[in-house]
């Protein structure tokens, strides 16, 4: 009788022990993996828009100097990127771009054409869920011929300036976003062989939308 009182309370006992060893023991959560932004990658996209500007030309000979004349047209071109988080909500960028370029002018003094304009810009925004507003800025170039009415031969010469914008995108699908940007471009000042040097500064606004991507 004894001995099995003796088994029954050390077994009383194993089963209290292991109970409060089971307590003891604490759930350790599993740590998530870092989420993952569509925005993160590069990208290759298309877009089109319009400028209107204004032709600057610096003429000692003309009593009217300088003198300004407004252009304006269409574009149509191809961009590409990168996109990268900065922190968990601000998003940076590097973006190039070319387009087709159909600005002109046509006036008594100058006929200005602009054959092709391109870029090359950062940007930096803050990602809201499925839009990202930003700021942008960098580096512009553009080929543009300019004809004196006067003269005969007309004179081609590439421009090389400045962009600064603001703009924004919106995700469609996962790998398909939209975006549109107004852009002020300064595209510096070159010296053109008309009937004497002309030096000439283009200079103008422009917005675009564009389809992008991602990948």
Same mark, same amino acid.
């Given at each position: 009788?004894?001995?099995?009182?003796?088994?029954?309370?050390?077994?009383?006992?194993?089963?209290?022990?292991?109970?409060?060893?089971?307590?003891?023991?604490? !759930?350790?959560?599993?740590?998530?993996? &870092?989420?993952?932004?569509?925005?993160? *990658?590069?990208?290759? #996209? /298309?877009? +089109? %828009? $319009?400028?209107?500007?204004?032709?600057?030309?610096? !003429?000692?000979?003309?009593?009217?100097? &300088?003198?300004?004349?407004?252009?304006? *047209?269409?574009?149509? #071109? /191809?961009? +590409? %990127? $990168?996109?990268?988080?900065?922190?968990?909500?601000?998003?940076?960028?590097?973006?190039?771009?070319?387009?087709?370029?159909?600005?002109?002018?046509?006036?008594?003094?100058?006929?200005?054409?602009?054959?092709?304009?391109?870029?090359?810009?950062?940007?930096?925004?803050?990602?809201?869920?499925?839009?990202?507003?930003?700021?942008?800025?960098?580096?512009?170039?553009?080929?543009?011929?300019?004809?004196?009415?006067?003269?005969?031969?007309?004179?081609?010469?590439?421009?090389?300036?400045?962009?600064?914008?603001?703009?924004?995108?919106?995700?469609?699908?996962?790998?398909?976003?939209?975006?549109?940007?107004?852009?002020?471009?300064?595209?510096?000042?070159?010296?053109?062989?008309?009937?004497?040097?002309?030096?000439?500064?283009?200079?103008?606004?422009?917005?675009?939308?564009?389809?992008?991507?991602?990948?």
């Amino acid at each position: 009788m004894i001995a099995k009182i003796a088994i029954a309370a050390a077994t009383v006992a194993g089963l209290s022990t292991a109970a409060t060893a089971a307590d003891l023991i604490v !759930d350790t959560p599993v740590a998530s993996a &870092p989420a993952v932004s569509d925005w993160d *990658g590069f990208y290759v #996209g /298309v877009f +089109g %828009g $319009y400028a209107k500007g204004v032709l600057t030309t610096t !003429d000692n000979l003309l009593p009217i100097s &300088p003198y300004d004349e407004n252009y304006e *047209g269409y574009l149509l #071109g /191809v961009q +590409g %990127g $990168y996109n990268f988080h900065i922190t968990d909500n601000i998003v940076g960028g590097f973006s190039t771009d070319i387009a087709f370029n159909n600005a002109e002018a046509d006036e008594p003094s100058y006929a200005l054409s602009i054959d092709w304009s391109g870029s090359a810009t950062a940007r930096i925004g803050i990602e809201m869920g499925s839009v990202v507003p930003y700021v942008l800025g960098g580096i512009s170039a553009a080929s543009a011929s300019i004809k004196d009415m006067s003269v005969a031969p007309a004179d081609q010469q590439v421009h090389a300036g400045y962009v600064l914008g603001v703009g924004g995108e919106v995700s469609l699908t996962e790998n398909v976003s939209a975006n549109v940007e107004y852009r002020y471009t300064n595209y510096g000042t070159k010296i053109y062989d008309l009937y004497n040097p002309t030096p000439a500064e283009l200079v103008d606004s422009s917005v675009r939308g564009g389809l992008n991507f991602r990948f």
